[in-house]
């Protein structure tokens, strides 16, 4: 006897105990008649009590008019498109409803392209500027677990890629910096003794302060 599993309850029942679904490439529903059943009787009582509302296709009123099945409202066929894979011969949206379709995938397809676009003029910056590859970077990142080398603030926080610290002298990649860090050393022309000279310049006066408070 052949069987199959009820999606709902998921009992193992013989065929007959499934309703048709040409939709299925087995045509059978996947719920037993029971549980289809069930939920029918459900779904009714929730559109009696409001909880659910049902969106029936209206009868058309003439054959010049049609139902847009987005906005739902009964509209004249010069408001749809025509479709050749149609039945009737008009889209199922009407002309309104399928530019609002089309400008929202527009703005989704144009965000997705600057994205990409900025990922992939990084990648060629990251080459021509600094002589190393994606996945080269994602490995100093990685030893550096995503954050500053000299800070630590997490990259992921920042609205920009971090910065790559190129020695200048060697040429030699050093690490990746924050660009607060980055230009700080900038600002100190990457000399010890200025950037020495400032931890001691804020040590000294921390020490006074606490001096004049005690």
Not at 21 to 47: E, F, G, P
Not at 52 to 81: N, Q, Y
Not at 157 to 167: G, I, N, P, Y
Not at 172 to 200: H, M
Request: hydrophobic share 30%; with cysteine.
């Amino acid at each position: 006897m052949l069987t199959k599993i009820c999606r709902v309850c998921k009992e193992v029942k013989s065929l007959s105990a499934f309703g048709v679904d040409r939709s299925k490439k087995d045509n059978i529903n996947t719920r037993c008649l029971v549980c289809h059943n069930k939920a029918c009787r459900q779904t009714r009582q929730d559109i009696k009590v409001g909880k659910t509302v049902l969106h029936l296709r209206p009868v058309a009123i003439d054959k010049t008019k049609r139902w847009c099945t987005t906005c739902k409202d009964v509209k004249p066929l010069t408001e749809f498109s025509k479709a050749n894979t149609r039945i009737d011969g008009y889209n199922d949206n009407c002309k309104s409803c399928n530019s609002l379709s089309y400008k929202k995938s527009a703005i989704n397809l144009k965000q997705n392209n600057i994205a990409l676009f900025k990922h992939k003029s990084c990648m060629r910056a990251l080459k021509t500027d600094y002589g190393i590859t994606e996945i080269e970077f994602q490995a100093i990142m990685n030893d550096q677990k995503g954050c500053c080398a000299i800070c630590g603030i997490d990259f992921s926080e920042l609205q920009r890629r971090a910065d790559v610290d190129l020695c200048h002298i060697t040429k030699q990649i050093r690490g990746l910096l924050c660009s607060d860090c980055n230009i700080l050393l900038g600002k100190a022309k990457e000399d010890r003794n200025i950037l020495f000279n400032a931890v001691t310049y804020l040590d000294s006066r921390e020490y006074e302060r606490a001096e004049k408070e005690a």
